[in-house]
């Protein structure tokens, strides 16, 4: 089922040619995705592409919408828009938890999203809207949460730029303001293995590794630092905690801003635990930073890797809108003094049903600790003496699931199996986070049964 208004699109459509590599409508110029289909009708353009790949169908639509006159404030227009663009079309039970960012052409963009399944499949719907002196402008994603669509989103949001009577701001780029801090006796920056990500740069820092990504659009520069690994003093989870209160001088328990603090436990199948605390500061609905801090136990040791970027939503480097490498950079580090963890142990802890939070038939594993799977097209049978037939086998190669199924097709991803809270730690859910290869985001799934 698509969106209402893209019947009307449809139905109202003057022109549909191929994508260039560059368009403009209205006050927006972009990037538009090479080879979608550009639909134009009164008041807006749009772009769309569909696509069945390995049995499943997958799609995305982005809407420019024409800007329009206003005296209202960004965060008024944002709700206005909401109401009319996602709200009554989709019937949208849920509220917005808008962000707010300050773009460096003067406008104020305010967006949020929201998971509604469409057909049996999951999809996302993310409105965009920029204001400025007396104009507003929206833009609408619809996508299918499956990691297909992240980088062309990603690009077109990277070359969106806006034209109006604002001064564009020529602030210096957002970045980190975190100082590594020197640990106590422990081990060298030099004990992290790891990818740098594609475009950033390693900096000189003193007792540290400081990458740093370019500069986007938009003034964004964000940056990952890997402090010297410290003797494990307690336990992980407070370890962890007590390193982000010594690094960003605040508590990570607390708080009722809006996205929530997440926090991750999990053991990587590279042999060590981890603990993760993702946690915004600012102002709920204003300026923002997005944090992540990982504490991983090497030996007797932890490792500390902090992340920082704009607010998580509009973030092109650990964002939901745009670009996500934080995935790429976890499943590419690894520590010197550690050994893989035990397969039978990762069998049993992925044993069982996992589906996506949606609860979409579409996107649902369920794997038996003797090595057989199914997928949501499997077909399973039961005797009394074997407990579970799949449609495939899997194996594990160092952070890799690899599923071969009985036709000898062959699907890889790099994975993990965590535990999430978003209440500081009062109730703890089951996830599975797999990442194909040439992927921009994961794919997560909760567990079933």
């Known amino acids: 089922m698509k969106v209402v208004w893209m019947a009307c699109v449809m139905a109202l459509a003057l022109t549909q040619s191929a994508v ?30 569909s696509q069945v790949r390995n049995g499943r169908f997958s799609s995305c639509q982005i809407f420019v919408f024409a800007s329009r006159t206003t005296d209202l404030s960004a965060v008024d227009n944002f709700e ?20 707010t960012d300050m773009r460096r052409d003067g406008w104020t963009a305010v967006s949020s999203f929201v998971d509604i399944p469409q057909n049996g499949l999951p999809y996302r719907t993310i409105l965009y809207t920029a204001t ?25 949001f990277e070359s969106l730029q806006l034209r109006g009577p604002a001064t564009p701001q020529r ?38 590794i400081v990458l740093t990504s370019p500069v986007y659009q938009g003034g964004e520069r964000c940056q990952l630092t890997m402090l010297p690994m410290r003797p494990a003093t307690r336990g992980l989870p407070d370890d962890a905690l007590n390193i982000f ?7 990570p328990l ?9 926090l991750i436990r999990g053991t990587s199948p590279q042999g060590w635990d981890y603990f993760i605390v993702k946690k915004p500061l600012g102002p709920s609905g204003g300026a923002q930073i997005g944090t992540i801090l990982l504490v991983a136990k090497a030996g007797n ?43 039978a142990a990762m069998r049993e802890r992925l044993a069982g049903v996992w589906i996506t939070a949606t609860a979409s038939v579409a996107l649902r594993y369920e794997f038996s600790a003797d090595g057989r799977y199914a997928d949501a097209a499997g077909v399973r049978r039961r005797t009394s003496t074997t407990a579970f037939f799949g449609n495939g086998s899997y194996s594990f190669d160092g952070n890799t699931l690899v599923m071969t199924d009985d036709d000898k097709g062959r699907t890889t991803a790099q994975f993990r199996i965590a535990q999430e809270s978003k209440d500081f730690g009062a109730r703890w859910s089951d996830t599975l986070c797999l990442l194909s290869p040439g992927g921009t985001g994961e794919v997560c799934y909760q567990r079933d049964r």
Request: proline share 9%; with cysteine.
């Open 254 to 262: 607390t708080g009722d801003i809006y996205p929530p603090t997440i």
């Open 171 to 208: 602030s210096a780029p957002v970045q980190s303001s975190v100082a590594p801090t020197p640990a106590p006796d422990g081990g060298r920056p030099a004990d992290y293995v790891y990818t740098m990500p594609d475009a950033w740069t390693r900096q000189n820092a003193q007792n540290a």
């Open 20 to 49: 260039a590599q560059s368009d403009t409508f209205d006050v927006a110029t972009f990037a538009a995705p090479n080879g979608w289909k550009r639909t134009e009708s009164p008041g807006m353009v749009a772009f769309q592409h």
């Open 80 to 99: 206005s828009e909401w109401n009319t663009k996602i709200a009554q079309p989709l019937r949208a039970p849920a509220r917005p938890h808008p962000q």
């Open 301 to 343: 040791n932890l490792a500390a890797v902090v992340g920082t970027s704009k607010t998580f939503m509009v973030s092109n480097c650990f964002g939901e809108l745009v670009r996500d490498v934080w995935p790429s950079f976890f499943y590419s580090l690894q520590f010197t003094n550690t050994a893989a963890q035990d397969q």
């Open 245 to 251: 209160r010594e690094v960003f001088k605040t508590e």
């Open 132 to 156: 400025t002196s007396g104009r507003s402008v929206s833009l609408v994603v619809n996508y299918t949460v499956d990691g297909t669509y992240q980088a062309e989103i990603a690009r077109f």
